[in-house]
Structure formats: structure tokens, C-alpha cells
């Protein structure tokens, strides 16, 4: 990458503008960002960063190869027809829009373009985004290592086809909230057993990390670990009974697939209010 430009100057745009300089991945001077009308915050971005924030389209796109999109989705189709005179076949473009597809995108900007579309999740502000990537046929096998790159800035990256992303959506997009929700009804819980609620905590959230480590480097699935744990006649066995009595896991199944078939009807309904609003500009 020899200069990136962002589009929209969020909470997710500052989560690469961070993982990107703390990899060391681009200069903070060929990073440029810009948005709608906010200067406030550009200036923020530019003091706390060190990065180039401008309305000058024609300084903000010279000499660009990679432009992300990271506007507000509502937004999209005002932000690509205002500078889709600026893009071209030989940039990379990089959507973080949810629920947009690649080919409203083209037709936004009237071109054909080179195109990554993400579903990265809320944990990128910490670098530990479980992101997914789809691409169109026009990304270059060089273009596909710069990704590889760019979403290892803010976590793991796995790459799908674009029809998978509303699953992706469902699980990771949204998983962060079901864990937190997890972690409340925990909370609650301890308090109820007579713990105090800030040590309570501070077990809760270092379990959690144990317990996704030890999924992560062992060679055993959950279903495993969790057996291996449940011994017969103890404390977790009664735990696991009072949640499967429950229908927990039925519940975390209907939760993802629900969120799944919200994001399909939310991105086609986006996606055909932007097709419509893509009038001459």
C-alpha cells in the first residue's frame, strides 16, 4: 500500500488507523481520512494519530491505491457518488459496510472496481476482530495479500464468499453483544451467591479468556472440554443440567439464525434503497 484513504472517520475507521500504525503497516503520513462534515473529529484523528484528514477530494485521492469505505451505511450512496470521479479500476476498494453489497457498490460508483467487502465485528478497537472477507474476480492476487494484511491489523481474518457474510453477520458480526449478555446474566448470578461483584468480574472475564484459549490451542473440541470438565455427580454436571433443562444451547442456535435472516432482509432492503437513490449526481 502506498497511500490509503478512508471514507468516514468512526469508531471502526479509527480501529485500522490504530492496528495499522501499531504494525507498522503504512506510514501515518499516507494515511488520509476524511468524512462528511465533522471536522471536529478529523482534527481529532489527525492530533491523536498523526494521519492527513482534508475535504480537498482531489488531495484526498492523488496517488491513492486503497480506499475504504467506512461510512454509516445509510450514508453510502451520498458518500460513493461524491467521489466516485475519483476511483478507479486500479484501486483496491475495501468496504467495512454492513449489509452493502459488492455489486450496489459498482453501481454506486459506475465503474467496475476491485472490491473487499468485510463484516469485521466491534473487538477490532482492541485488535481481536473476528473478520470475514469476501472479494469480487477483479481483486488481484497482490490486492489479496494487501488484505491479508490490512484486517490482521485488527484480528483474525477468514476469507468467505459474499453470500456467507449474512451468516457471518449472525455469528461474529453480532457475537460480541451475545457474550456480553453472557457475562451479565454471570454478574447477576454471582452477586445472588454472595460474591462481591468486582471480584466476581474479574473471574468472570479471566474465565472466559481460559476458556477460549484452551479452545483455541487445544486439539479437542468444545464438546470435549466441556465433558472432560463435567465430572458425574458434580458441581458442573448440575450446571449443565439446569441450562440444557433450560434449552440454553437451542436458544444461542435460534439467536445466530435469526440474526442471520435479519441481516439478509436488512442488506436487501439497504441494498435496493441505494440502487434507487443512485440517480444523477
Known sequence: MKKMVIVGAGSMAEAFISGILENDVIDRKNIWVTNNSNEKRLVNLSERYGVQSTYDLNALFDGADLVMLAMKPKDAATAIQSIRAYLSERMLVVSVLAGVSMSTIEALARIPLAIVRSMPNTSAAVGKSATAVAVNNRVTDQQIETTKILFGTVGLTSFVEEEQLDAVTGLSGSGPAYIYYLIEAMEKSAV???????????????????AAEMVKKSSKSATELRKEVTSPGGTTEAGIRILEENGVQQAFISCIKAATAQSKKMGAALSSQLETSNLPY
Open 192 to 210: 445472588e451467591v454472595g460474591l462481591d461483584q468486582q471480584m466476581a468480574s474479574e473471574l468472570i472475564v479471566q474465565t472466559l479468556l481460559g
